[in-house]
């Protein structure tokens, strides 16, 4: 196994919580994760990330307060923690390892899983 699988999607409503997981091979321990999203016609759209170390997240502002990503390497596994959903958080949630370059850019990522689909209704 090279890609990740996500899981923890599905339909929450406005305000509710969902917990997104992220399986990967024991190799994914060692890069910084993130996580993405994308809807429809948009380009892959930067969520959250965290060091391999687990010293370090970045969020994009959209989610920054409300989002929490975390790891835990000894499962080779990536969580993203959503609270106080939006409609407009509803896309595909995507995570793969980074390779090089920015870690806020979607190229810069490789192994991508296929996704996990989340849906707020309003």
């Known amino acids: 196994q090279v890609q990740p699988v996500e899981s923890g999607g599905g339909l929450a409503q406005t305000g509710g919580s969902l917990r997104l997981s992220c399986a990967g091979p024991?190799?994914?321990?060692?890069?910084?994760m993130g996580w993405f999203r994308q809807t429809p016609g948009k380009e892959r759209e930067f969520v959250a990330a965290?060091?391999?170390?687990?010293?370090?997240?970045y969020y994009s502002d959209s989610v920054k307060g409300r989002f929490t990503v975390s790891r835990n390497n000894a499962a080779n596994t990536l969580y993203l923690e959503m609270n106080s959903l939006k409609p407009e958080d509803t896309a595909i949630y995507y995570c793969?390892?980074?390779?090089?370059?920015?870690?806020?850019?979607?190229?810069?990522?490789?192994?991508w899983g296929p996704g996990t689909q989340v849906t707020v209704s309003s």
């Open positions: 024991s190799t994914f321990s060692d890069y910084t």
């Open positions: 965290i060091s391999y170390t687990v010293m370090n997240t």
């Open positions: 793969a390892p980074h390779i090089r370059g920015s870690i806020y850019d979607a190229n810069s990522y490789r192994f």
